[in-house]
Structures are given as structure tokens and as C-alpha cells.
């Protein structure tokens, strides 16, 4: 089974808009990771939050973490059409055999000019 | 730096045939990844390296090899083709970061894919 879900699947805002999407995992990590996927392309890393971070800011984006609900949020600001894509959380789970790096199924985030 | 390069781009085989998915990478990262993505399952993890000659399965590695002899070059391949294996495949590479401060998987760099298609 997925370790991180993404909610909600889709999403359909207009430019200047906000857009959050969240990803729920099931067990411990080291860290999160959020990757962008235009479509037809391979993944774009955007932001790498450690299991002992609370948020982190990138240029327009922001990421933040919640240990003990087993959460995070990728939040998007003054959203762009060019922000069309999906959106991937990743994470780098503590598992008995080593860590693995596991992909949610992604948002689909539509921004509307 | 060309980054991650995945050769070819499309690939149709027929059921029972092989073949072989290249990757290569030219940021001297050791950490090389395979992943498939079929729509609505996000990616899963088919097998990865950690360095040249040490390999590791990951959630999907029935019906693929793979061998890593230089720390550039991480290729897939398949054994005898099955029209389950039809999806996208692409190819990561990551560097080692200090196990200890952030856990072994750091950013990845992921290469253009490869999509196949099995009839």
C-alpha cells in the first residue's frame, strides 16, 4: 500500500489563487519530499522538509510538517497557470530492512488564467 | 551537465520479447533509482543502487534486473516482456547525505522516461 496520500486528487483554482494540498503517511520518516510533474515529463524536485523541521519556504511555495499527525501541506501562492501539473509527496520511510523512498499518487492542480 | 539522460523515449515490444532501458547520469551521484508509474498508483520503486556493483530490490522487481558496473550507468532491464509491464519507466539518481541527519533518500534528479508499451 502507498506510504503518502495526497488530498484531493485534483484541484481547478484561478491564477492569483492559493492552492494547499496535503499528504497523509503511515509511518516514520527521515524526511518528506514534494516533487512537481509537468505532464509527459519526468518528476522536478521542489522541497526536502527533515522529520525535525516544522516548515520550509521556497520562492512561492511553503511546506510544512506535522509528526504526530503524520501529515504535510504544500501550500502555493499566487498560483500561475504555469503551476498546472501534479504534485507528488515522497516519503523517505524508517523500515525494518532500511529506509525506502515512496510516492504518493498525486494532486492534479489546474490553474485557470 | 546533461543530468539524467533515459534511452529511447518509446518502446513497443511484444509479450515475451527483452530488452534493455538505459539510464546514465553524469552529476557522479551514487545513488541510482528505477521507478514505474501507471496512472492513479503514483510511482513504486522497481530496484536501486547505492553505489557501482551493489544493487537492492524495491516494491516491484519481479520481471527486471539490473546491474550497476560504473557509477554513471544504471541500465533495466527485462527479461521476458509481459503486457503488465506496460507503463513509464523512469530513472533517478540522488547523492549520499550523512545517514544520520537526513535519512539515506535526498533529492532526486529524475530523467525525461521512457514509455513502453506491451502488446
Known amino acids: 500500500s502507498q506510504q503518502g496520500e495526497e488530498d484531493p486528487q485534483a484541484l481547478s483554482i484561478q491564477e492569483g489563487e492559493n492552492a494547499t494540498m496535503n499528504c497523509s503517511y503511515k509511518?516514520?520518516?527521515?524526511?518528506l519530499q514534494w516533487y512537481r510533474q509537468n505532464s509527459g515529463r519526468g518528476l522536478v524536485h521542489l522541497i526536502l522538509?527533515?522529520?525535525?523541521?516544522r516548515e520550509k519556504h521556497s520562492g512561492r511555495l511553503r511546506v510544512t510538517l506535522d509528526t504526530s499527525k503524520k501529515s504535510s501541506s504544500l501550500l502555493i501562492t499566487a498560483s500561475r497557470a504555469a503551476d498546472t501539473a501534479s504534485y507528488f509527496c515522497?516519503?523517505?520511510?524508517?523500515?525494518?530492512?532500511?529506509?525506502?523512498?515512496?510516492f504518493g499518487e498525486g494532486t492534479q492542480l489546474t490553474v485557470n488564467p | 551537465n546533461a543530468g539524467v539522460t533515459q534511452t529511447p523515449k518509446f518502446q513497443v515490444l511484444k509479450t515475451g520479447q527483452s530488452m534493455t532501458l538505459q539510464c546514465a547520469q553524469d552529476?557522479?551521484?551514487?545513488?541510482m533509482s528505477w521507478y514505474r508509474q501507471d496512472p492513479g498508483m503514483g510511482l513504486r520503486l522497481i530496484h536501486y543502487?547505492?553505489?557501482?556493483?551493489?544493487?537492492d530490490q524495491g516494491e516491484v522487481p519481479n520481471g527486471y534486473n539490473v546491474s550497476r558496473s560504473t557509477t554513471e550507468d544504471f541500465p533495466l532491464r527485462l527479461l521476458s516482456a509481459a503486457p503488465s509491464q506496460t507503463s513509464v519507466y523512469f530513472c533517478?539518481?540522488?547523492?549520499?547525505?550523512?545517514?544520520?541527519?537526513?535519512?539515506?533518500?535526498?533529492?532526486?534528479?529524475f530523467g525525461p522516461g521512457t514509455r513502453l508499451t506491451v502488446l
Open positions: 543502487s547505492v553505489g557501482a556493483g551493489i544493487t
Open positions: 533517478a539518481s540522488s547523492y549520499m547525505d550523512t545517514i544520520w541527519t537526513s535519512g539515506r533518500w535526498n533529492e532526486q534528479f
Open positions: 522538509i527533515r522529520s525535525n523541521e
Open positions: 515522497a516519503t523517505d520511510a524508517i523500515e525494518t530492512s532500511g529506509s525506502r523512498l515512496t
Open positions: 552529476m557522479n551521484h551514487e545513488y
Open positions: 509511518t516514520s520518516i527521515n524526511n
